[in-house]
């Protein structure tokens, strides 16, 4: 059924409707475990679920994978996202059709972001230019069939010029056979429903589904709100909290409460939440605005909570005799992969490794990437690069989109040392031996815990560099790591993929949390954009430039490496392995000193009154003082 005949059904019963977004996951695993929380959420009552494209067209089969299973599988009604950026006709009329085979019938037209690198949009060849022209083409190959929504932005578009150009292109959308519009996220709800009254005065008489973000994270607010206003009382609300995930859910929850009564109060038709493919903040937002009966949900998701006593309703921890059986485990709670929110998660989770809603790309245009990162000609340019970044002279990399933490401070020394060594940093911690939970370098999580850390640092080297760190490595019993290249050539002492916690925090009263693990399932998936990355880079630089060569060789040569010192009481000792490289660098330095020096002096020294006074001297030391002045001097 057409999205569009529910909105007028659900308005004409008076009742709000509301809908998920998610996107396809990264790992196999977070796919199947993103197929049960798909399931699961469908007891909540959503009008519609949609599944987002990747950017620059990436990972198409994994979107029309989603979109099939939950039609045709869970019957929920999915809308598909597709855009133009590096989709020619030929490949939208194969999503459409393909959609079409298994039963989709909603399509969310979009034009997409210039592709990687550049900072203007064109077309690809063969393709599309703007989401209008995507709507006008589906409507041409598929008449009626589909039902078509568009994006507009209550903020107005950031290419467009003034709000009335963006209207403008709005309704074009419309008039060209859009049936509804979804908004981009926002936290200013008097700001959007005056901005759907400009709509309205403007023409645009389409429904209007406005979409909010429950605030997960702290790290994922602040990547999504570039552009977006935020009212006062949510920053203020919000920074204060920053480092306890668990109040910063809790405070998205209330927000998002907040945001949606308003919203059915302004008189809105339905809300659209953006998942980032979590479950809980969205059911408890839900719960709160009185959207869904909470006794309902579990009596159809989780009959056996229903048939526990009121105590263990809420329980989330696994007991011990089901250690074995992850699966049931998993399922039967919501919020296995939610907190605290880890730095990479856990590659099970279907919302591993995604802070941004169309997956991870260089932030910046090519001008403003050559502005902050110079055109290296050389690594030694890399190096120094890195080196810049360490000393926070330079406050991004291709993979920092932020200035090193307080905690990295602490080992701020080493790191500068090992990039300008040519082992090009891209993240780290110290190793931690239980600091306060509210400690302000280390400290995470609720009030009156303590915090661990295993060492850790990932990395770039050459081919050459990771032969002579393997042979190191047995003189490390406390250290394993892994190396990967762009094309997967895996080396390894993990000896399997159990996850490695390498960050936990023991609280009052709850089991000890593991934020953060390293495993090869989700470095395997994290390399394929570590590599991208490096691809993206050179590409904005000119076809045959050194610097765009040299960056192509380097992605496609180069290993990342991570290594973890499992001994968390040592401070300093992940650095230990690379200590042959500092003294080598600093025997080279002190030579190059004594050279220099030397030949200074002998700039001064006339070589021919080297050899007047070697005509004094015997034969064998006249020859080695000149041989010698010459060779210095050379
Ligand atoms: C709800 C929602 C879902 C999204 N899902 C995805 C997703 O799954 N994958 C993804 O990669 N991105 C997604 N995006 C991001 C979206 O692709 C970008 O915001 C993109 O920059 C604009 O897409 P659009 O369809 O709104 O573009 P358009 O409507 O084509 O507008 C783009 C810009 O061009 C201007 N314009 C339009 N027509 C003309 C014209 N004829 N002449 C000159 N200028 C014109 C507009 O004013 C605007 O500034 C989503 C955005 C939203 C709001
Ligand atoms: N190993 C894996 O399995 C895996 C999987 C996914 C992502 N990642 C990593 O996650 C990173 C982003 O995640 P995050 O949430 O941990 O970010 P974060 O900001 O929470 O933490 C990054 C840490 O690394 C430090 N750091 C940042 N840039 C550095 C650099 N150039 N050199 C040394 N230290 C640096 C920061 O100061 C901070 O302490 C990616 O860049 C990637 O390295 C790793």
Known sequence: MKIIDRIKKGQEEGRPLFSFEYFSPKTAQGMVNLHDRIERMCYLGPEFIDITWGAGGSRPAATLEVVSNAQKVYGVETCMHLICTNNPTDKIDKALNEARACGNQN??????????????????????????????????????YFGIGVAGYPEKHPESATMEEDLKYLKEKIDAGADFIVTQLFFNVPMFLDWVKACRAYGINCPIIPGIMPIQAY?????????????????????PIKNDDQAIRAFGVEVGIKMTLELIEGGVCGIHYYTFNLERSTRLILEGAGLVNKTDYIKKNMPWRSSFDEKRKEESVRPIFWANRQKSYISRTDNWDEFPNGRWGDSRSPAYGDLDRYGVYLKYTADEAIQNWGSPNDLEDICKLFVKYCHGETLTLPWSDQALALESGTIMDRLIELNSLGYLTINSQPAVNGAKSDDKIFGWGPKGGYVY????????????????????????????????????????????????????????????????????????????????????????????????????EMGQSWYLVNIVNNDYHEKDGIFEIFKEDVLAQQAKAAVDAAVEQVSAQLQETDISVLKQEADTSSATTKIESIAVAEAVKA
């Open 219 to 239: 790290a994922s607010f602040k990547k999504n709100i570039v552009g977006v206003s935020v009212p006062e009382w949510i920053l203020n609300g919000i920074e």
């Open 453 to 552: 850390q295993k060492a850790y640092l990932e990395f770039f080297v050459s081919p050459e560099t990771l032969e002579r760190l393997k042979q190191r490595m047995n003189k490390f019993p406390n250290f394993t790591y892994n190396a990967m290249n762009k094309t997967g050539d895996l080396h390894t002492n993990t000896n399997g993929s159990k996850p490695n916690a390498v960050t936990w925090g023991v609280f009052p009263g709850r089991e000890v949390v593991q934020p953060t693990i390293v495993e090869l399932a989700s470095f395997d998936a994290w390399k394929d954009e570590a590599f991208a990355l490096w691809d993206q880079w050179s590409k904005c630089y000119p076809q045959n430039s050194k610097p765009r060569n040299l960056l192509a």
């Open 107 to 144: 399509i969310l037209a979009l034009r997409g972001d210039p592709p990687h690198g550049q900072s203007e949009w064109s077309a690809c060849e063969g393709g599309l230019n703007y989401g209008a022209d995507l709507v006008r083409y589906i409507r041409k190959t598929h008449g009626d």
